[in-house]
C-alpha cells in the first residue's frame, strides 16, 4: 500500500501569503490518480485538485497543484481568510485510495 | 442537482451491525465508481470501499471481510451494510462519486456511527 506523508502539519500564514503544502508517496504514483482536498469543520471534504493540477469546478485559480512521481505540491498563491481549512492529498492504484493525514492551514 | 444523502448512523454496541444508505440523486448510481470514505473524530479521511460501475467490489483491510458494499439502481442508492462492529470503526461516515477513478468529486455530508456499549 502506497502511504502518503503531508508536510507541515500546520501552516499559519497572513492573508495575501503565499502556501505551500507538500505529499510525499512511499512509491512513484502516477499523475492521473493524485488529488488534493479541502475541509472545512463539521464539512464534507471538497475536491480542489485532480491528476494531480487539473482545478475541479468552482475552485479559485489561486490554488494550484503540481508534482509527479513521490513529490506533490499544492499551492496557495494569494491566502485569503476563507482558506483556513485541513488539505488532504489522496492517491489511486490497485483498487485502493489512500489519503495522507493533512496538514492544518492557519489564517493569522 | 448532483447530491449525495447518507442515512442509517447511530448508536450500535460492539459486535453489532448497521446499514448505512446513501441516497443520489442528478446521475445514476450504477454509472460511475462509488465509494465510502470514513473520519474517525478529530481524525484524518480513511478510504473504506469501493463499487465499480461494472459491479466489482474493494474494501481496505480493517473492514473486509466484516463490511460489504452494494447498490441497488432501482433506488439509486449505495449501501453499506457494517457487520461484527468494533469500538475502532466509529466515525462519520461518507459516500462519495468517483471522477472518474481516482478523485471524489462529489461528497455527501456523512452520517455518525459510534460504536459503544
Known amino acids: 500500500e502506497i502511504v502518503l506523508t503531508q508536510s507541515p502539519a500546520t501552516l499559519s500564514l497572513s492573508p495575501g501569503e503565499r502556501a505551500t503544502l507538500s505529499c510525499g508517496a512511499s512509491?512513484?504514483?502516477?499523475?492521473?490518480?493524485l488529488a488534493w482536498y479541502q475541509q472545512k469543520p463539521g464539512l464534507a471534504p471538497r475536491l480542489l485538485i485532480y491528476?494531480?493540477?487539473s482545478r475541479a469546478t468552482g475552485i479559485p485559480d489561486r490554488f494550484s497543484g503540481s508534482g509527479s512521481g513521490t513529490d506533490f505540491t499544492l499551492t496557495i498563491s494569494r491566502l485569503e481568510p476563507e482558506d483556513s481549512a485541513v488539505y488532504y492529498c489522496?492517491?489511486?492504484?490497485?483498487?485502493?485510495?489512500?489519503f495522507g493525514q493533512g496538514t492544518k492551514v492557519e489564517i493569522k | 442537482e448532483v447530491q449525495l444523502v447518507e442515512s442509517g448512523g447511530g448508536l450500535v454496541q460492539p459486535g453489532g451491525s448497521l446499514r448505512l444508505s446513501c441516497a443520489v440523486s442528478?446521475?445514476?448510481?450504477?454509472?460511475?465508481?462509488m465509494s465510502w470514505v470514513r473520519q474517525a473524530p478529530g481524525k484524518g479521511l480513511e478510504w473504506v470501499s469501493v463499487?465499480?460501475?461494472?459491479?466489482?467490489?474493494f474494501y481496505a483491510d480493517a473492514v473486509k471481510g466484516r463490511f460489504t458494499i452494494s447498490r441497488d439502481t432501482s433506488q439509486n442508492t449505495l449501501f453499506l451494510q457494517m457487520n461484527s462492529l468494533r469500538a475502532e470503526d466509529t466515525a462519520f461516515y461518507y459516500c462519495?462519486?468517483?471522477?472518474?477513478?481516482?478523485?471524489?468529486?462529489?461528497w455527501g455530508q456523512g452520517t455518525m456511527v459510534t460504536v459503544s456499549s
Open positions: 462519495a462519486r468517483h471522477k472518474p477513478k481516482a478523485a471524489l468529486d462529489i
Open positions: 442528478g446521475f445514476t448510481v450504477g454509472s460511475t465508481y
Open positions: 463499487i465499480y460501475s461494472g459491479g466489482s467490489t
Open positions: 512509491q512513484s504514483v502516477s499523475s492521473s490518480y
Open positions: 491528476d494531480a493540477s
Open positions: 489522496q492517491q489511486y492504484g490497485s483498487s485502493r485510495w489512500t
